[in-house]
């Protein structure tokens, strides 16, 4: 017997083109990749490869199951006094990886859908951990940092690569580009994950963000677009007293 309350898998809705909800898609962990956009790498001082062949290795990091919100309300969060946005695909695993390394072929297989979200970062905490070497948990990781869009089937979406991706923050536009400027790929990122981690069915991950990310206040409202049938809507609600 459980001897405290046990927490379920947070639930993502999964909606088809037309609204229809066809269910849950229950959340086990949540991968992010880092510097994924050149311009984006740029305006963050980080080094830019030269071609695909000097990519070296994507950068990862985690958030925690629990830190989606699919309501859109997000509380601004403690600890930090810069709230930036990142706007993002997210891919939405549906099967288990087969043990090993997931050859690049095979990948597109694992995928169940997407949504498009936000990876909420601290950025003064995750600067000052960049500065000192240290570990990016705290300006990544936290609670709420993760607002999704409902998720769409993958084979309801088409091609990614031109789609557009954008974000307005009160209306306005802050973000914008296109998936094929994606330094590494889907299929791409899910191979060298799988060469670190056991992917498994519930699992996120989120692509990285392209240039323009800036700060989110209590009482912003934003609105994420992917494509033409994939939109988050949310606010920064103010922090709890
Ligand atoms: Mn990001």
Same mark, same amino acid.
């Given at each position: 017997m459980d001897l405290i309350p046990a927490t379920s898998a947070p639930r993502i809705p999964v909606r088809d083109r037309n609204g229809l909800a066809l269910g849950d898609f229950p959340v086990r962990r949540i991968y992010c990749v880092g510097r994924n956009f050149a311009d984006h790498a740029r305006e963050m001082g980080a080094a830019v490869p030269a071609s695909l062949a000097e990519r070296g290795s994507p950068v990862f990091f985690m958030k925690p199951a #629990? &830190? $989606? $919100? @699919? #309501?859109g309300v997000v509380p601004y969060p403690p600890g930090t006094a810069d709230l930036h946005h990142e706007v993002e695909l997210v891919v939405a695993l549906g099967r288990d990886a087969p043990a090993g390394v997931l050859p690049v072929d095979a990948a597109d297989t694992l995928v169940f859908g997407y949504g498009v979200g936000l990876d909420l970062t601290r950025r003064d905490l995750q600067a000052a951990a960049k500065a000192k070497g240290l570990p990016w948990d705290t300006g990544k990781g936290f609670d709420c940092s993760a607002p999704i869009s409902t998720l769409l089937p993958a &084979?309801? @979406?088409?091609? %990614? #690569?031109h789609l557009p991706i954008s974000l307005e923050v009160n209306g306005a536009r802050r973000q914008s580009s296109t998936l #094929?400027? %994606? @330094?590494?790929n889907v299929p791409e990122i899910l191979h060298e994950l799988s060469k670190l981690y056991a992917l498994r069915a519930g699992d996120l991950v989120f692509m990285g963000t392209p240039a323009g990310v800036a700060a989110l206040l209590p009482g912003d409202t934003f609105h994420a677009r992917l494509g033409d049938a994939l939109e988050l809507r949310g606010q920064i609600a103010p922090a709890a007293v």
């Open positions: #629990d &830190a $989606v $919100v @699919i #309501d &084979a309801r @979406i088409g091609p %990614l #690569d #094929d400027q %994606l @330094i590494w």
